[in-house]
Protein backbone atom coordinates (compact mmCIF):
# COMPACT_ATOMS: atom_id res chain seq x y z
CA UNK A 1 0.00 0.00 0.00
CA UNK A 2 1.33 3.46 -0.92
CA UNK A 3 2.11 5.82 2.39
CA UNK A 4 -0.68 8.37 2.75
CA UNK A 5 -0.14 11.61 4.67
CA UNK A 6 -2.55 11.60 7.64
CA UNK A 7 -4.44 14.71 8.57
CA UNK A 8 -2.49 17.10 11.40
CA UNK A 9 -4.94 19.83 12.31
CA UNK A 10 -5.98 19.67 15.49
CA UNK A 11 -6.03 19.28 18.65
CA UNK A 12 -9.58 18.31 18.20
CA UNK A 13 -12.20 19.38 21.47
CA UNK A 14 -13.60 16.17 22.51
CA UNK A 15 -15.49 16.74 25.88
CA UNK A 16 -15.19 18.07 29.43
CA UNK A 17 -12.85 15.40 31.21
CA UNK A 18 -15.62 14.90 34.36
CA UNK A 19 -18.17 13.58 31.51
CA UNK A 20 -15.78 11.73 29.74
CA UNK A 21 -14.60 9.60 33.14
CA UNK A 22 -17.95 8.98 33.70
CA UNK A 23 -18.75 7.44 30.19
CA UNK A 24 -15.23 5.54 30.42
CA UNK A 25 -15.59 5.03 26.73
CA UNK A 26 -17.04 7.82 23.86
CA UNK A 27 -16.56 7.59 20.25
CA UNK A 28 -15.71 10.47 18.01
CA UNK A 29 -15.52 11.59 14.37
CA UNK A 30 -12.81 13.53 13.44
CA UNK A 31 -12.06 14.79 10.42
CA UNK A 32 -13.94 12.56 8.96
CA UNK A 33 -12.07 9.81 10.96
CA UNK A 34 -13.65 7.54 13.95
CA UNK A 35 -11.86 7.48 17.52
CA UNK A 36 -12.16 5.91 20.44
CA UNK A 37 -11.48 7.66 23.73
CA UNK A 38 -10.84 5.43 26.67
CA UNK A 39 -10.36 6.87 30.40
CA UNK A 40 -8.67 3.91 32.21
CA UNK A 41 -6.92 3.40 35.35
CA UNK A 42 -6.46 7.20 35.59
CA UNK A 43 -5.11 7.50 31.51
CA UNK A 44 -7.47 8.62 28.25
CA UNK A 45 -6.42 6.89 25.53
CA UNK A 46 -7.43 7.68 21.97
CA UNK A 47 -7.43 4.89 19.01
CA UNK A 48 -8.99 3.93 15.87
CA UNK A 49 -12.68 2.81 16.54
CA UNK A 50 -12.58 -0.28 14.52
CA UNK A 51 -10.11 -2.96 14.57
CA UNK A 52 -7.77 -3.67 12.06
CA UNK A 53 -8.27 -7.10 11.86
CA UNK A 54 -11.74 -6.98 10.66
CA UNK A 55 -13.27 -3.55 11.73
CA UNK A 56 -15.12 -4.82 14.80
CA UNK A 57 -16.04 -1.80 17.13
CA UNK A 58 -13.72 -1.87 19.68
CA UNK A 59 -15.95 0.51 21.90
CA UNK A 60 -17.19 -2.51 24.06
CA UNK A 61 -14.39 -4.41 24.16
CA UNK A 62 -12.93 -6.10 27.65
CA UNK A 63 -9.31 -4.61 28.93
CA UNK A 64 -6.84 -7.00 30.32
CA UNK A 65 -3.53 -6.44 31.06
CA UNK A 66 -1.27 -8.84 28.71
CA UNK A 67 3.00 -8.87 28.61
CA UNK A 68 3.18 -5.72 31.20
CA UNK A 69 0.58 -4.05 28.83
CA UNK A 70 -2.78 -2.32 28.95
CA UNK A 71 -4.96 -3.75 26.01
CA UNK A 72 -8.18 -3.18 24.73
CA UNK A 73 -9.46 -7.00 23.36
CA UNK A 74 -11.46 -6.78 20.35
CA UNK A 75 -15.45 -8.15 20.82
CA UNK A 76 -15.56 -9.89 17.51
CA UNK A 77 -12.19 -12.12 17.30
CA UNK A 78 -10.31 -11.31 20.67
CA UNK A 79 -7.66 -9.39 18.79
CA UNK A 80 -5.45 -8.09 21.89
CA UNK A 81 -4.23 -4.56 20.88
CA UNK A 82 -2.55 -2.17 22.93
CA UNK A 83 -3.80 1.19 24.57
CA UNK A 84 -0.90 3.34 24.40
CA UNK A 85 1.31 1.80 21.06
CA UNK A 86 -1.48 0.35 18.86
CA UNK A 87 0.48 -2.96 18.79
CA UNK A 88 -1.07 -5.98 18.44
CA UNK A 89 -0.11 -8.77 20.85
CA UNK A 90 -0.68 -12.65 20.17
CA UNK A 91 0.92 -15.97 22.14
CA UNK A 92 2.58 -18.25 20.23
CA UNK A 93 4.61 -20.85 20.64
CA UNK A 94 8.68 -20.95 19.11
CA UNK A 95 8.99 -24.87 18.24
CA UNK A 96 12.94 -24.24 17.97
CA UNK A 97 12.89 -23.07 21.53
CA UNK A 98 12.89 -26.69 24.22
CA UNK A 99 11.50 -26.83 26.20
CA UNK A 100 8.17 -25.34 24.05
CA UNK A 101 6.46 -22.73 25.57
CA UNK A 102 3.76 -20.29 25.32
CA UNK A 103 5.04 -16.42 25.11
CA UNK A 104 4.12 -13.10 23.63
CA UNK A 105 4.60 -11.91 20.54
CA UNK A 106 3.98 -8.27 19.16
CA UNK A 107 2.29 -7.97 15.24
CA UNK A 108 4.28 -4.79 15.70
CA UNK A 109 2.26 -1.36 15.40
CA UNK A 110 -1.32 -2.10 13.71
CA UNK A 111 -4.10 0.01 15.45
CA UNK A 112 -3.41 4.06 14.65
CA UNK A 113 -2.96 5.54 17.96
CA UNK A 114 -3.88 9.52 18.42
CA UNK A 115 -2.42 11.70 21.42
CA UNK A 116 -5.28 13.07 24.28
CA UNK A 117 -4.42 16.22 25.94
CA UNK A 118 -6.26 17.96 28.48
CA UNK A 119 -6.54 21.66 29.73
CA UNK A 120 -8.51 23.05 32.00
CA UNK A 121 -10.91 20.04 32.23
CA UNK A 122 -11.20 20.16 28.71
CA UNK A 123 -9.85 17.32 26.97
CA UNK A 124 -8.48 17.66 23.17
CA UNK A 125 -7.17 14.55 20.68
CA UNK A 126 -4.73 15.47 17.97
CA UNK A 127 -5.12 13.11 15.15
CA UNK A 128 -1.73 11.04 14.45
CA UNK A 129 0.54 12.71 12.17
CA UNK A 130 2.21 9.32 11.74
CA UNK A 131 3.20 8.87 8.01
CA UNK A 132 2.74 5.77 5.85
CA UNK A 133 0.02 2.70 6.48
CA UNK A 134 -1.37 1.48 9.30
CA UNK A 135 -4.05 -1.67 9.14
CA UNK A 136 -6.60 0.19 11.09
CA UNK A 137 -6.81 2.77 8.32
CA UNK A 138 -7.98 0.37 5.94
CA UNK A 139 -11.88 0.46 8.17
CA UNK A 140 -11.70 4.48 8.09
CA UNK A 141 -13.65 6.76 6.14
CA UNK A 142 -16.42 6.07 3.58
CA UNK A 143 -14.31 3.63 2.08
CA UNK A 144 -13.73 1.89 5.20
CA UNK A 145 -18.02 1.88 5.87
CA UNK A 146 -18.06 -0.08 3.00
CA UNK A 147 -14.99 -2.16 4.03
CA UNK A 148 -17.21 -3.13 7.32
CA UNK A 149 -20.31 -3.88 5.84
CA UNK A 150 -18.87 -5.96 3.46
CA UNK A 151 -16.86 -8.00 6.49
CA UNK A 152 -19.68 -8.14 8.59
CA UNK A 153 -21.53 -9.84 5.26
CA UNK A 154 -19.18 -12.61 4.95
CA UNK A 155 -18.93 -13.63 8.44
CA UNK A 156 -22.96 -13.65 8.50
CA UNK A 157 -22.80 -15.81 5.41
CA UNK A 158 -19.98 -18.46 7.28
CA UNK A 159 -22.49 -18.40 10.85
Known amino acids: MADKEQPTAGPHFVGKRDEL ?3 KRSFRTLEGRDILIIWH ?3 FYAMDSYCYHAGGTLQNGDIEEFNGKLC ?7 YKISLAEGEGLYKGVDPA ?3 SMP ?3 SKGVKQRIHTVTETNGDV ?3 LSDECGWIDSDYYQGEKGKVEREKAEAAEKKQS
Not at 72 to 78: G, V
Open 97 to 99: LKP
Open 124 to 126: YVK
Open 72 to 78: IICPKHK
Open 41 to 43: QGV
Open 103 to 105: RWY
Open 21 to 23: IEA
